[in-house]
């Protein structure tokens, strides 16, 4: 009744019928690319779901520290937000703890709403930014008011703009601090209101980030969810190295005390912040500021990812170019078996990257990315790119001293 139709696929042979050079090189640069696609995403980029799966599976043990925290916030007119997510901030689970607010001039109902916060919550102390005060960088000066007046040694960090996921955010964060020279990375998402696209490229940094400080090459930090010693920040006299730069208060302060410290990821779902952008220009914002400041990173980490997106254009161009040579233009005898090769390899990589990228995502309690994936994957290299061909012909007048 059924007939069965052998289907008779000759791998050898296959590759055998390219002959002419041009289709030698497309296939071969498609081959290369990958492999290479492969190996970052199996060998790095899956490091901080294993790691965060064998924390939770007790394999991986993390010590327990409770020592007494100083929370920083720093912000500018941010009333509205700081009303929101404050209390959530103020009503953690922890023991013994601290919330400082640096106001940074707020012309808003900033003030108003820190006082009636104040009342209720006698731990959350407040300090200014005076409105006089000359500085290139108002963040940074606003942060080192606040690390002085921070009463105890571990300092943890986030913006007004963002909500920790749990009440146990401080516990996960400063469970790591067995030592005083101990730097803490916690993992930032955006919101459901902000723009799709920038949720995903959001979360791919921050995996960048976490996976290269698992690998012992720490170069970049968020600042929205960031822990170190104020010991440490007073041993190298601050931000000194990097006062002549508006920015760099969080990935280059990291990047100079990496080979100084001991790093630890924390990976939790508890341990998550969740940043609102509300506005296009604040991520657009966002993504400009880390573009400028990206440029003064080690060599090793701007190579490192260089090479990962390039391979991951190489891919998708020597995939478009091979099958338009090999089927259209050579016409080869095996053009089905050609098409289910090229099938299979996009299938591959696609099936690799949605595996790794959505295994973390559920290992940290973020949402998965299904159909917009492959989209944001291959333009996510080309944005990347302009914003820093348009640092490079723009550039920032504010950035450095002239």
Not at 152 to 172: E, G, M, Q
Not at 227 to 236: D, G, H, M, T, V
Not at 331 to 352: C, D, M, N, P
């Amino acid at each position: 009744m059924f007939e069965f139709v052998e289907f008779d696929f000759d791998f050898v042979s296959i590759i055998g019928t390219l002959t002419d050079t041009v289709s030698i090189v497309l296939v071969s640069v498609l081959a290369g690319c990958l492999i290479v696609q492969l190996l970052y995403y199996w060998l790095f980029l899956a490091k901080p779901n294993r790691r965060a799966r064998a924390v939770k599976r007790v394999k991986k043990k993390v010590g327990e520290a409770q020592p007494p925290v100083s929370v920083i916030v720093c912000a500018k007119n941010q009333a509205q937000r700081l009303r929101e997510y404050m209390p959530i901030l103020l009503e953690q689970n922890y023991p013994i703890y601290e919330v400082i607010f640096v106001d940074d001039d707020s012309s808003d109902e900033t003030s108003e709403v820190i006082g009636l916060l104040s009342q209720r919550y006698p731990q959350l102390y407040h300090t200014y930014v005076p409105a006089e005060t000359m500085s290139l960088s108002r963040r940074k000066l606003g942060l080192t008011i606040g690390i002085k007046a921070a009463k105890y040694d571990t300092l943890l960090f986030t913006d007004a703009c963002c909500v920790p996921n749990s009440p146990d955010w401080i516990s996960k964060m400063s469970r790591h601090f067995k030592t005083l020279d101990t730097v803490v990375l916690g993992f930032s998402a955006l919101d459901s209101h902000s723009k799709s696209y920038a949720v995903y490229d959001y979360y791919f940094s921050n995996l960048k980030m976490a996976t290269m400080a698992l690998l012992g090459k720490s170069y970049m930090a968020n600042g929205k969810n960031l822990a170190y010693s104020k010991e440490r920040f007073l041993k190298e006299r601050g931000f000194s190295n990097s006062n002549i730069m508006d920015l760099g208060e969080d990935d280059l302060f990291v990047d100079e005390i990496a080979p100084k410290c001991n790093f630890a990821v924390e990976l939790s779902p508890e341990s998550v912040i969740t940043a609102s952008l509300n506005e296009y220009q604040t991520w657009r914002d966002m993504k400009n500021n880390r573009g400028m400041t990206g440029a003064y990173y080690k060599w090793f980490p701007k190579v490192f990812w260089a090479v990962e997106a390039w391979t991951r254009i190489g891919f998708y161009a020597s995939l478009i170019a091979s099958a338009i040579w090999v089927l259209v233009v050579t016409k080869s005898a095996y053009s089905s078996e050609w098409f289910i090769l090229f099938g299979v390899a996009a299938l591959l990589r696609l099936f690799t990257q949605w595996l790794v990228v959505n295994r973390t995502a559920s290992a940290l309690g973020l949402p998965k990315f299904y159909l917009s994936l492959p989209l944001f994957d291959i333009i996510q290299p080309f944005v990347d790119e302009y914003f820093l061909f348009y640092q490079r012909i723009r550039g920032r007048k504010s950035y450095r001293k002239s």
